[in-house]
Each structure stands twice: as C-alpha cells, then as structure tokens.
DNA sequence: TTAATTTATTATCCTACATCAATTTTCACA
DNA sequence: TGTGAAAATTGATGTAGGATAATAAATTAA
C-alpha cells in the first residue's frame, strides 16, 4: 500500500476510513515524482486525471495565439490540479500543466474517481466541496480582474499563495496576473520603498 | 400546476418526466415577474434561491469600494441565475442580481432542490453539468481577461451573448468587460467603420 | 571558481484605456 | 408630441502598464 494512514488524513482533512476503504483509495493513487520542466499534461491532450500536490509547484497555463503563455493557477502542498473543465467531460485540455518545482503528487483517474465515488459517498461530498471553492474563487478572481490594479492583485496573489515565491519565477507571477515582468518588478520596486 | 410540460421540456431540455414527477417540479417552482430596476438578491444577504429565466434580463454584479460596479454575468431566456459562491454553501452573497430588463423567472429554493434530487436524481446530474459548464466559462473567461484586449473581449462577449445588445445598456457592457463606457464606445465606433 | 545562461531590474518611450468635460442622441412619460 | 432626464458619443488630456533595449543579478554548468 502506497498511501499510509497518515498521509490519507492529510489529503482528506477531516475525513476518517475503515482499513479497507484505506486499501481500496491506495489502490487507486499512484505516485510519482516531477522533475522541474516536466509537463504533466499538454493543451489538446483528453484528461484523464487529476493530481494532489504532495510537495514542489505545479502551474497551468495557456498560450494564447501571440504566443503568450497566461497561468490560470498554482498549484503547491495539499493542493489539487487539473483541466477540471476538460476532466469533468473528459475532453480535451484548454491548459496545460507544468512541473516549475520539483514535486511529489498522487494521481488518479476519473474511472477510479468514480469507483471511489460509489464505494465511499463521503469522497463525492469531499470533491464537490473542493469544486465549490474553485468554482468561488474563479468567480472571485473575475472580479478582482474588474476591479483592481495590477499591484492590488499582486497583493491579493501574495495572501492567496503566501509562501510561494521562492518556489516560482517573476515571469510566473506576471503571467498569473495578466502584466509583464517589468511591470511586476515596478511593483515590487514601489512596495518596498512604502 | 403552475409549470406546463412544454415548458418543462425547455426548462430541463433532453430530460422527460412522468405526470408525477411533473407535479413534484411544478410544486417546487415559483413564478415571478419581475420589473425593471428591481433587486432578486442584495450582496451579503444570504442566498437560498437559484432562478431560471423565462424571459427577459437579469444580471449579477458587484460593487467595489470605490462604489464601481462590475458585472459578472447576464442572465437572459433560458438561462439559470444566483451567487452560486453563495448559493452552495447557503452563505453571504457577494454579488447583487437586478433585472434590467423586465422579466419572467422561476424561483426554487435551496432546500427544494434537495427534496427533487433525492426524488428526481437526473435533476441532480442536470444540475451538475450546468454548474460544470459554469465553470468553463468562469475558467475561459479569466483567460481571456489576461490575453485578450477590450475589443477582443467585446466580440467575445457578442458571441456569448447574442442578441442580448438591445435588452442592456451600454454601461451594462461596460462593467462586464472593465472598461468604461466611453471606451465602449470608442470600441463600437472603430467596428462600425471597419 | 569562472564562464555561460537565465532571470530580474531599470530607463526610455509608447499605447490602450481612463478621466473629465462638453455635446448629442435616445427614451420615458406628461 | 414635446420636454426633461438618462444614455451615448466625442474631444482633450492623463496614466497605468506595455514594448524595447540595456544592464545587473542570480543560477547553472563546467
């Protein structure tokens, strides 16, 4: 068994199992390591999985047609990722992922997800909350890119990802809010004479 | 039985119920009308309800504190509406839902919803592919606000919205798109002579 | 450790969109 | 059907953030 009863909690928070239910999610989880650079999945390919973040960064992003890259989200420790609008109908991909730190992470199918699903219900409530909160936060961010400046999203980035800097390139950040490195690095500049 | 299963069949599109189910929907669902200028949901009320529109213009939006208002939706025929951020987790709303355009809505509750899933269960996968494709539309709208510019944003938003151009003002545009009216216009103007 | 390469900063100039102010057009309703 | 208010347009000017280019700092490789 891969997963230890441990690092189930960690993954399922205030969730407990019966030693079987244990064995029947490790059966389903596998694990895998990144090397920074690794791409997880590719714009175009059909998902198939999604991954829970032991350690190390994930990001997803697009290119748009000027050849830009744009970084829908991070995904760090005790996050999960993937092209949930590709995953849930199993089609194909919008973003892609990418490993920029080094990671260890779980992955599982959607068949397995749904084998879960059947044999312990309390996992479907578990995924649909999480899916409520992204659902929340994609709506807040819509928002915040109505509303603020580029500096006040770098700041709300910062209280939503705290920590992540050491992990992700300046470019990273700047693609995450939708301005260019020079002006992220004004920004940094102009906080931290204030 | 306030519900006709002619409309039930548009409500619910490929789904058929039998007379029993029919009545049970019927029972849940409330019509209203609703005038111009009035006000389903008010930010920071908590939200019970989701609404279907019959016809008509409704939209969600949210006042910064600068006192701008920026729109995250529009909600015309055939379209459901809430803060589903709120609606999820019977919270707080954040955004407010106004009709602008005089309208014909079906209103049910939260609770009602559970009662039609737990006797109704394709309601509950209906439901849960709207929410999905919900949250495509959130997740490629946030990548089109870091890749695309106002006027790229404005031929999107004729494409999602067809026909919507004369059931909103301009302003209305304005604060979905996060410009101001003036560059709308400004936009409107290069098109017409393009 | 140095050299090579990648990443971040800074400076200059530029552009998309904002702001403010003045009209013009549209629309509600008396 | 005319009139006042709301909405849309236009013009002048301002500004946040973009583009380009040069340099500096930090990583990585050797």
Partial sequence: ?????????????????????????????????????????????VVYHQYYVCNGCLRTYSVDKMGKEHTLQFAIKDWWISDY???????????????????????????????????????????RRKMEKSFANFQKRILGSLSMSAQERYNAFLNKYPDIEQSVKNY????????????LSRIRKKISKS
């Avoid at 920029?100 to 059947?118: G, H, P, W």
């Avoid at 990273?172 to 002006?183: D, F, R, V, W």
Wanted: proline share 1%; with cysteine.
């Fill in 1 to 45: 068994m891969s997963i230890k009863k441990t690092t189930l909690s960690i993954l399922f928070k205030d969730l407990t199992f019966t030693d079987e239910e244990q064995d029947l999610i490790a059966s389903k989880f596998e694990l895998r390591k990144l090397k920074k650079g690794e791409i997880l999945l590719h714009a175009n390919d």
């Fill in 172 to 183: 990273h950040i700047a693609s995450y809010l939708g301005i260019t490195t020079e002006s």
């Fill in 85 to 127: 609008t590709a995953f849930f109908t199993s089609t194909q991909a919008i973003v892609s992922i990418e490993c920029i730190q080094e990671a260890t992470i779980y992955k599982v199918s959607r068949e397995n997800m749904e084998v879960l699903f059947d044999k312990i219900p309390k996992l479907e409530s578990f995924f």
